[in-house]
């Protein structure tokens, strides 16, 4: 009982804000439109600062682990292949990009900061496994919607162009290097910044998830159904029934083993929505399996700590 109720200490009131998101949109105070922009400004500002006030006030040295970014990286490439290999089990091949990104695409850094953090008080590890992920996470995405493209358009220069200055100008990326570099070089943080910066950063977590919560829409989750449940097993307990035992194997605890859990096995993140109908998808199948994680992630993600704590491993 006291492993289930540290579980649902940590999942419960992220899923409250969700909500509270989803019954202010259904009351009128929150629109489409507003929860878009919230959505972009918790992206460009308080995500960063909040990453970056994590990581500027440590000690480099004893924050960088290369094994567990190498581990991240990993596990997402294999996790990218899964699913590309799964995708040609299904007769209609125009979902097939759809397919690959909702499959293995997560809300890494929104719901990885907001777990730790409600767990453990700071971001703990999730900067560095948005290192090992995201980028990733972010030219698949790319490779996999241009080469699976329903007309099967060839990726020009253009697009890798594009996607190599998506990643360079990201404000999540800059914000963690920025945080690395001020503590490599060991720089002071003076008591107004750092209080600033806090209180930009503590809007993050709260602001985003009632940002996620309000764009729900439960009528898109049923759209393609035997896909997106395919897509939707994998995303939530797949990759981390795979992985999850391989990390412990590896000698992954606590901050590492969250991290590594919200990376594999979270909610698809709602950004794969706007980039497949972006690059000539139908949108469909993506914001299906958007929305069934969504909703079943809350039981899931519960289910993945409480035995992760029963063993002692959190």
Same mark, same amino acid.
């Given at each position: 009982?006291? /492993?289930?109720?540290?579980?649902?200490?940590?999942?419960?009131? %992220?899923? #409250?804000?969700?909500?509270?998101?989803?019954?202010?949109?259904?009351?009128?105070? %929150?629109?489409?439109?507003?929860?878009?922009?919230?959505?972009?400004?918790?992206?460009?500002?308080?995500?960063?600062?909040?990453?970056?006030?994590?990581?500027? *006030?440590?000690?480099?040295?004893?924050?960088?682990?290369?094994?567990?970014?190498?581990?991240?990286?990993?596990? @997402? #490439?294999?996790? &990218?292949?899964?699913?590309?290999?799964?995708?040609?089990l299904?007769?209609?091949r +125009?979902?097939?990009?759809?397919?690959?990104?909702?499959?293995?695409?997560?809300?890494?850094?929104?719901?990885?900061?907001?777990?730790?953090? /409600?767990?453990?008080? /700071?971001?703990?590890? =999730?900067?560095?496994?948005?290192?090992?992920?995201?980028?990733?996470?972010?030219?698949?995405?790319?490779?996999?919607?241009?080469?699976?493209? $329903?007309?099967? !358009? !060839?990726?020009?220069?253009?697009?890798?162009?594009? *996607?190599?200055?998506?990643?360079? @100008? /990201? $404000?999540?990326?800059?914000?963690?290097?920025?945080?690395?570099?001020?503590?490599?070089l060991?720089? $002071?943080?003076?008591? &107004?910044?750092?209080? +600033?910066?806090?209180? &930009?950063?503590?809007?993050? @977590?709260?602001?985003?998830?009632?940002?996620?919560?309000?764009?729900?829409?439960?009528?898109?989750a049923?759209? !393609?159904?035997?896909?997106? &449940?395919? =897509?939707?097993?994998? !995303?939530?307990?797949?990759?981390?029934?795979?992985?999850? $035992?391989?990390?412990?194997?590896?000698?992954?605890?606590?901050?590492?083993?969250?991290?590594?859990? %919200?990376?594999?096995g979270?909610?698809? @993140?709602?950004?794969?929505?706007?980039?497949?109908?972006?690059?000539?998808?139908?949108?469909?199948? +993506?914001?299906?399996?958007?929305?069934?994680? *969504?909703?079943?992630?809350a039981?899931?993600? +519960?289910?993945?700590?409480?035995?992760?704590?029963? #063993?002692?491993? %959190?």
């Open positions: 009982m006291e /492993n289930l109720i540290f579980s649902l200490n940590a999942t419960v009131p %992220i899923f #409250l804000l969700m909500m509270l998101g989803l019954f202010f949109r259904k009351i009128g105070w %929150i629109d489409e439109a507003f929860a878009s922009k919230m959505n972009k400004f918790v992206f460009l500002v308080p995500l960063p600062a909040l990453l970056f006030e994590d990581l500027a *006030t440590v000690d480099f040295a004893e924050v960088w682990d290369m094994k567990f970014v190498l581990f991240c990286f990993c596990a @997402t #490439l294999v996790s &990218i292949a899964a699913a590309a290999a799964v995708s040609f299904w007769k209609d +125009t979902i097939q990009g759809e397919f690959i990104q909702a499959s293995y695409r997560s809300s890494a850094a929104l719901l990885g900061i907001a777990f730790i953090q /409600n767990i453990y008080g /700071n971001a703990g590890m =999730a900067p560095l496994m948005i290192i090992g992920s995201v980028p990733l996470y972010n030219v698949m995405a790319v490779v996999v919607l241009s080469f699976f493209q $329903p007309e099967r !358009k !060839k990726l020009d220069r253009q697009v890798w162009i594009n *996607t190599l200055k998506g990643i360079v @100008t /990201n $404000p999540i990326i800059l914000g963690i290097i920025a945080g690395l570099l001020w503590s490599a060991r720089l $002071p943080m003076p008591p &107004i910044l750092e209080k +600033t910066v806090s209180n &930009i950063g503590a809007v993050a @977590t709260p602001m985003g998830l009632m940002a996620m919560g309000a764009a729900f829409d439960i009528r898109k049923f759209g !393609k159904a035997r896909p997106a &449940i395919a =897509a939707s097993v994998m !995303k939530l307990v797949g990759f981390a029934a795979v992985f999850l $035992p391989l990390a412990v194997w590896l000698g992954f605890r606590r901050e590492q083993l969250v991290a590594i859990l %919200i990376m594999l979270s909610a698809t @993140t709602v950004s794969c929505y706007v980039m497949a109908r972006n690059m000539g998808h139908e949108g469909v199948l +993506t914001s299906s399996t958007v929305m069934l994680t *969504t909703m079943c992630s039981f899931t993600v +519960t289910g993945w700590l409480y035995i992760l704590r029963s #063993l002692g491993l %959190i």
